[in-house]
């Protein structure tokens, strides 16, 4: 099957509630998937609040709408998908994939574990402790280590620079009321972009969407002003854990999205670490045999 012009199908729409619809109603395999992204990471909270946009991701799946968690993974795990989510410093995703006949369950269930959480007091004494493993967890592991010391020297203050599983001390500090106005200040369809790809059947998608995305009269949070943060500190920074295996990293700053040198750059990048093609792969671990393993890679 050949690919379409992917400039002349890609769907992009704006619901009536704000949200925004990403969709590529195209595939070789009968085969949806589907993502609800938001704009909630750690760049949006308070330093009180720090670590509360990974540890909500982790509550909602705790209930949601009226089924339990693991009754609402089960529904989709019948279907012969999986669901999942991750949280980064910028944004939280929540995606699905499952045969595409079933795409708008699918999506009901995205919307129902963002939208329509449980978010139980209990739930949270619950699941607090297995995010605080988590970040201890984390502490054991050396890639996890450096990349938290190289985002705090090249960021500095600024929220970027911070863990976005937050620290023991602040996950352990957040209040279950103040949890559920984070929620409902920045979980918001106005907030949200559904992306789905697939061979679906897109007027059924839409009007799902106009159905489930009605506009929330709560008013937002306020936006979040970002500070200037402090300059980056170049040089050699030596973590020292007591790690048996050894890691180094080395970063440079480049552009953001709209550099025009971003593209070559992302292609050196996996030229130079993507494979084991990759050229700092062949010739320092087939050839040399100086490394386990390596990789590159361009985040903005």
């Not at 045969?99 to 978010?119: I, Q, T, Y």
């Not at 996890?144 to 863990?163: D, F, K, T």
């Not at 100086?290 to 903005?300: D, F, P």
Request: with cysteine.
């Amino acid at each position: 099957m050949n690919a379409p012009n992917l400039a002349q199908n890609v769907v992009v729409e704006t619901l009536a509630s704000g949200t925004v619809l990403v969709a590529e109603p195209w595939g070789p395999a009968p085969v949806a998937a589907i993502q609800l992204w938001l704009p909630v990471g750690a760049w949006v909270e308070q330093p009180e609040l720090h670590g509360a946009a990974h540890l909500l991701e982790h509550l909602v799946f705790r209930g949601a709408g009226a089924l339990s968690g693991p009754e609402l993974t089960g529904a989709m795990e019948s279907l012969g998908g999986d669901v999942n989510a991750w949280t980064s410093v910028e944004q939280t995703s929540f995606h699905v994939t499952l045969p595409a006949e079933h795409a708008v369950a699918g999506l009901k269930a995205l919307w129902s574990l963002v939208f329509a959480p449980w978010l139980r007091e209990e739930d949270l004494t619950a699941e607090r402790p297995i995010v605080v493993e988590e970040i201890r967890g984390c502490a054991d592991d050396p890639g996890q280590v450096i990349a938290e010391a190289l985002r705090e020297r090249v960021w500095g203050s600024h929220p970027y620079g911070r863990s976005v599983l937050g620290t023991v001390e602040s996950v352990e500090g957040i209040e279950h009321a103040r949890l559920v106005d984070f929620h409902k200040g920045h979980y918001r369809p106005e907030h949200a972009v559904v992306v789905v790809a697939g061979p679906v059947d897109l007027s059924a998608v839409r009007g799902a969407l106009a159905e489930l995305a009605m506009p929330v009269l709560v008013p937002s949070l306020p936006p979040r002003v970002l500070p200037k943060g402090e300059p980056a500190q170049p040089g050699l920074h030596v973590v020292a854990g007591g790690f048996r295996d050894q890691r180094l990293e080395l970063a440079f700053p480049v552009g953001g999205p709209e550099d025009e040198s971003i593209a070559a750059l992302d292609l050196l990048a996996v030229s130079l670490g993507v494979g084991t093609a990759a050229l700092l792969g062949r010739r320092l671990r087939q050839e040399l045999d100086l490394i386990h393993g390596c990789t590159a890679t361009i985040e903005m």
